[in-house]
């Protein structure tokens, strides 16, 4: 057993100590400057989580995380509250936005006024953390001064809209200043009387006729030439005429005026007469002015505006990005501090173990050695147990579901239940009769059991009741939202104890990985969260129902197995001792030496003829020979491009009933079809005891 174990020296523990301690530093560095940048964003930062229903439909939202301008706008700490909690009669545009951007994983932008807080927000919502988990980074960007500019604008055009009808009303009311008539081919200028009186001339001169250069004498000198390009223009062209252009009236001063007439032309299209309207547009000027000059000033803070935004912007989304990193860095600093002051602790005892064996064995004290072997096998059994539970909060374990019945399993664990506990905790069981069967791994489940159950007597410290139930659930619509699972049937596996409770605050981080109550030494915080992933990974659920001083239930939720539970199979009795028939082979596949080593040693106690392959690539050139092989056992994760269940695959093509044991130290996706392995293949995880081994070989080979 003790091959199977890789043993650092204390050299290279210590200098993973150093790494470990290096980077710890380094996620406090760069939390606390994430913390920083986001404490003084002056724009609202949010991550939420979106609940959906049994249709996939987005019905609530939870803040997992909000910034200190956040908090200020909304005026609360929302944090871990449900949107539906404090605003039942919320819109449902904001459930639709949050949740097509969390199931699509497609960033939205909006633009919304928030009536709580009389504010108008720029709100930018971009997928966060991984698809399944649903979450979002909601940015609010208070732009009320740039709608107030541009409600401003608004106003300011109306404005200009009421004087430009304000003005045509006064033309409308004696506005015109005059007319004109000009006979082009007499070169005839007339004028009526309010045009001759508007330029300080005699009234009758008008009638009979002024000459063309004392009318453009009035012209203000910038003007003249825009003024005779324009008339040339249109008599050459013919028809509308218009254009503003300064004129010095009868009191001395320059106006502006409009001259508005028409080219008539003849048959043949020669310019015939040019008549027309003269009209004061000064003060319609100086609205115009007065709106140019308000539109640029708004122009201007719009663009302003606009570029704090998009700096605001880039700021927050700069550090979503570092929050991203940061909680990446959280997890792995938290993880690896965990794992590494278990691991070390177990490492010390397998190292000092088999330095004594060693030593002893020099000494010629062989009667000292057991102990010594039976404290490092125990250490590498709790090794393995803590991967176990790691992969499971993952979800990550290799799996062995089988149809169950679940009353059998608690029946059969009741006696190492209570000599676990003690006696002075008192068990009870209420077990459902007819009980539906479950599809799980059973070992897993009488893990997650017998934990529960630990717990359970650890809150009891004076003593107490444990009660262990079963029973069917049907989880509606409702309370599948309630309780983050889809509807259906369910059977149920609940631990109640009658000991201390727990406080919400406790009950929230239960799940979390290495989160523990118990004094330092007495838990690894791996318990509930291992439970947690294996039941998700199951397909269900794990709820915690408690309060303090009056006792915790926690229920595992199992989706129900339509089909009859398997009966449990007899293991083989006896040690290793040959039971091949002549000429069985077995071909180990395994890139690990050590691995392949013990396994052929199996096979040879067990009687069976072992050839080895160190990659995928060697092991099909075997397969695809002529050579005898009864029973393929192959690691999952191999070299050279071609993984372990690829190498089934391909091996059964020439060999259709070849059986196949998987040995697996983790739970590649592509080991399972539908959920399950196909009939002749079974799976063993790393490590494994070698009777174990022995009984899978004999149970394959002789099925």
């Known amino acids: 057993m003790a091959g ?381 147990a803590l991967t176990h539970r790691l992969l499971a909060f993952s979800r990550r374990q290799t799996l062995d579901p089988k149809a169950t019945d679940v009353n059998q399993l608690v029946a059969g664990l009741i006696d190492l239940i209570q000599r676990t506990v003690g006696p002075s905790v008192r068990i009870d069981t209420v077990c459902l009769p007819d009980l539906w069967p479950a599809l799980v791994d059973p070992s897993q489940l009488e893990n997650a059991l017998l934990n529960l159950c630990i717990n359970a007597r650890d809150a009891m410290p004076g003593g107490g009741r444990i009660t262990i139930e079963t029973g069917h659930r049907r989880i509606d619509r409702q309370a599948a939202q309630r309780q983050d699972m889809p509807e259906g049937e369910y059977l149920s596996l609940s631990v109640s104890d009658t000991g201390t409770g727990m406080p919400p605050e406790v009950i929230a981080k239960a799940f979390d990985p290495f989160f523990t109550t118990k004094p330092l030494g007495q838990g690894t915080g791996l318990g509930l969260s291992m439970i947690y992933g294996f039941a998700k990974q199951s397909g269900g659920q794990v709820r915690i129902h408690s309060e303090e001083g009056e006792g915790t239930t926690v229920s595992i939720y199992l989706p129900r197995h339509r089909g009859p539970a398997e009966r449990e199979a007899v293991a083989p009795e006896g040690a290793l001792r040959p039971v091949a028939a002549a000429g069985e082979t077995v071909l180990i596949v395994d890139d690990e030496p050590s691995v392949r080593m013990l396994v052929a040693d199996v096979l040879g106690d067990l009687g069976y003829a072992a050839i080895e392959a160190a990659e995928g690539g060697g092991g099909l050139a075997v397969l695809q020979s002529a050579a005898r092989i009864d029973l393929l056992i192959t690691d999952v994760g191999l070299p050279g491009g071609l993984n372990g269940r690829q190498l089934a695959d391909a091996a059964r093509v020439t060999r259709p009933d070849l059986k196949v044991l998987f040995i697996t130290g983790f739970a590649e996706t592509a080991l399972l079809s539908n959920g399950q392995l196909e009939p002749g293949m079974a799976v063993l995880t790393k490590p494994f005891a070698v009777d174990a081994l022995a009984a899978r070989i004999r149970e394959l080979i002789g099925g």
């Open 4 to 384: 199977d174990v890789h043993i650092p020296s204390r050299d290279e523990l210590e200098a993973e100590n150093d790494r470990l301690r290096r980077d710890l530093t380094a996620l406090r560095a760069s939390e606390e400057r994430f913390r920083t940048i986001l404490d003084t964003v002056e724009a609202a930062f949010a991550i939420v989580e979106v609940r959906f229903d049994a249709d996939d439909r987005p019905v609530d939202y939870r803040f997992l995380e909000a910034n200190p301008a956040f908090e200020r706008e909304a005026g609360v700490n929302l944090r871990g509250k449900w949107v539906t909690e404090f605003a039942p009669d919320l819109e449902r545009f904001w459930f639709e936005t949050y949740g097509r951007v969390a199931k699509t994983r497609e960033p939205a932008t909006f633009e919304s006024y928030a009536e709580a807080f009389k504010r108008w927000f720029d709100v930018r919502a971009v997928p966060v953390g991984a698809p399944e988990d649903r979450q979002i980074a909601i940015i609010f960007n208070d732009v009320t001064e740039r709608r107030t500019a541009q409600d401003l604008l608004r106003a300011s055009e109306a404005l200009a809209r009421e004087n430009v009808e304000r003005v045509q009303l006064a033309l409308e009311a004696g506005a015109i200043i005059g007319t004109w008539h000009w006979d082009i081919r007499a070169d005839r200028f007339t004028v009526d009387e309010g045009f001759a009186r508007a330029f300080g001339l005699d009234p009758a001169l008008g009638r009979d006729g002024i000459p063309l250069s004392l009318i453009v004498a009035t012209v203000h000198p910038d003007d003249q030439a825009g003024l005779a390009a324009a008339i040339d223009e249109v008599i050459a062209r013919g028809g509308a005429y218009a254009h503003q252009y300064r004129v010095r009236r009868a009191d001395g001063r320059y106006y502006w005026i409009e001259a508005n007439g028409r080219v008539d032309r003849g048959p043949d299209g020669t310019p015939l007469s040019f008549p027309g309207v003269l009209l004061d547009v000064e003060e319609r000027r100086a609205v115009e002015q007065e709106r140019d000059r308000a539109i640029a000033q708004l122009r201007a803070l719009t663009g302003t505006l606009e570029q704090r935004v998009t700096e605001r912007t880039a700021e927050l989304m700069q550090a979503e990005e570092q929050l991203r990193q940061s909680q990446k860095m959280e997890a792995v600093g938290q993880l690896t501090g965990g794992l590494a002051h278990d691991f070390n602790n177990l490492l010390a005892g397998i190292s000092g173990s088999l330095e004594l064996m060693n030593a002893r064995i020099g000494q010629g004290r062989l009667g000292e050695i057991d102990k010594y072997m039976t404290a490092a096998q125990g250490a590498a059994r709790r090794a393995a």
